[in-house]
């Protein structure tokens, strides 16, 4: 159905000093989707991802999101729509958990410190973080601080949001914890891409994993087909080096 089409891709390209990051890459989402993209460091994921809301912005191609062109004229009303959780977390060290979270909703959305206030429990509660809102970010382990940045993302009601390696800084006892949080979001039917190496969310909550190297699609496919019968060797190798260091 072309009405649940949330985000078009369109042959995206990008070059820094000459050397092609991105190649040509297009894929598309629908409402309700996951789709993960995995590759080698390098490959352009976090490129794609960040040419996807303009953090980075594009030297060709085109990025429709609701059938509407994300173009620089519009960016900041786009971004609101795309929430975004950086490796980083990228957290306001001086602000407690509560006013981290609902600081985006009163600056950009112009929602009211009450109604944003509410909004920001009920999403810290959907993160298992409804005790630390009155914390600050040193207080918290790096799980927490990305289960806070997603909470974050979420009070915004974005149409999709964008995970870049969301738990490459993270030790890994603590990986479980934030993995466990967006597989439930995938289950509620949050729309999402997600860069990451985490192959056991991408078996359990993708409905598409998209292999990326050197700056193009090399094969996509549901999870099952990609782990067990990928047609091309170079997925295949990436997929075993990956189960064998997991």
């Known amino acids: 159905m072309a009405d649940d089409l949330i985000l078009d891709v369109q042959d995206v390209k990008k070059a820094y000093d000459g050397l092609e990051v991105l190649k040509g890459i297009g894929f598309s989402l629908r409402k309700g989707e ?7 460091s390098g490959s352009g994921k976090s490129t794609l991802l960040r040419c996807i809301n303009y953090l980075t912005v594009p030297d060709a191609g085109r990025i429709y ?3 509407e062109e994300v173009l620089n004229t519009n960016i900041d009303a786009m971004r609101a729509r795309m929430g975004f959780v950086f490796q980083d977390f990228n957290l306001f060290s001086h602000l407690t958990v509560l006013d981290n ?3 985006c909703q ?18 810290l509660e959907r ?34 949001l964008l995970f870049d390696e969301p738990t490459s800084a993270l030790d890994p006892e603590l990986t479980g914890e934030v993995v466990r949080v967006m597989q439930q979001l ?15 969310f991408a078996r ?16 996509q496919g549901p999870p099952e087909a990609m782990f067990t019968e990928s047609t091309h060797e170079r997925t295949r190798a990436f997929l075993n080096v990956i189960a064998e260091h997991g």
């Not at 359990?204 to 094969?219: L, R, S």
Request: glycine content about 10%; aromatic content about 2%; hydrophobic content about 40%.
């Open 127 to 160: 993160v298992g973080l409804g005790d630390k809102a009155d914390a600050y970010p040193a207080e918290l382990s790096g799980g927490q601080q990305q289960r806070v940045s997603i909470a974050r993302a979420l009070a915004m009601d974005p149409d999709i």
């Open 65 to 67: 999101l609701n059938g």
């Open 204 to 219: 359990q909550a993708a409905d598409e994993i998209i292999f990326i190297e050197k700056g193009h699609i090399v094969e």
């Open 34 to 40: 996951t789709k993960v993209l995995i590759g080698p």
């Open 186 to 200: 995938a289950v509620e039917g949050m729309t999402m891409v997600v860069v990451t190496h985490e192959m056991s």
């Open 101 to 103: 979270v609902r600081i």
């Open 106 to 123: 009163i600056k950009v959305n112009g929602t009211d410190k009450e109604s944003a206030t509410q909004r920001a429990h009920r999403e």
